[in-house]
């Protein structure tokens, strides 16, 4: 009974490779969020969708680029992997997008690019 | 200057001791402040949210707000080893896309 899940929870690959990475959200949601953890562990939004409408995108690569097939789901895909890639990204969700509105996270994708 | 901004610590507490956190925040508009507690190798999860200035408890945990002052703080009572994680300060940036922008976090540790 998971509440935001993601998988894979490690993927290591070679730099140029494209890889994906999936999360999914059983609470109910209407918003999901990628963010991105860096090895200073400083946590940045990345991306944000609302009822499948894309309502946040930081300024991120165009490597970079989420899709959501259904209000449950938000996957993010990345081309041409680079060194500078490599982090733990997490996928979010919360009820709405009012500023009360508590997001939850899921357990991370550990991403180390070679 | 960040718009969220932590001392990144380590912070040393002895156990039982009470262990304060800070935070304080750029954007003057800012209605809602939260703190995430995030244990090694693990994801963010709530431990406080707050709306109101003063003061909001929550068992051992403790938010204070101070709008005027934009600054957000945490204290945790009767500190236990278990509560030696990194503490999260986010603020949400954007009204109608929640847009949450997080501090550097503080490192606790509570020594036995």
């Known amino acids: 009974d998971t509440a935001v899940s993601q998988t894979p929870k490690y993927l290591v690959t070679q730099m140029g490779n494209d890889k994906s990475i999936k999360c999914e959200q059983n609470?109910?949601?209407?918003?999901m969020y990628w963010y991105k953890q860096d090895s200073k562990k400083f946590l940045k939004i990345m991306f944000s969708?609302?009822?499948?409408?894309?309502?946040i995108n930081e300024t991120v690569p165009n490597r970079f680029s989420p899709k959501s097939p259904d209000k449950a789901h938000l996957n993010l895909h990345i081309n041409s992997l680079e060194l500078g890639d490599s982090a733990v990204y997490f996928c979010?969700?919360?009820?709405?997008?009012?500023?009360?509105?508590?997001?939850?996270f899921g357990p991370g994708t550990r991403l180390t690019v070679l | 200057q960040k718009e969220v901004e932590q001392n990144s610590g380590p912070l040393s507490v002895p156990e039982g001791a009470i262990a304060s956190l800070n935070c304080t925040y750029s954007d003057r508009g800012s209605q809602s402040f939260f703190w995430y507690r995030q244990y090694s190798g693990k994801s963010p999860e709530l431990i406080m949210s707050?709306?109101?200035?003063g003061d909001k408890e929550d068992g051992r945990f403790t938010a204070q707000l101070n709008k005027a002052s934009q600054y957000v703080s945490l204290l945790i009572r009767d500190s236990q080893p278990s509560d030696s994680a990194t503490y999260l300060c986010a603020v949400p940036q954007i009204q109608g896309a929640q847009k949450l922008v997080f501090g550097q976090g503080t490192r606790l540790t509570i020594n036995p």
């Open positions: 609470l109910g949601h209407d918003t």
């Open positions: 707050i709306y109101s200035n």
């Open positions: 979010a969700s919360s009820q709405g997008t009012s500023d009360t509105d508590t997001q939850y």
């Open positions: 969708y609302n009822n499948k409408e894309l309502i």
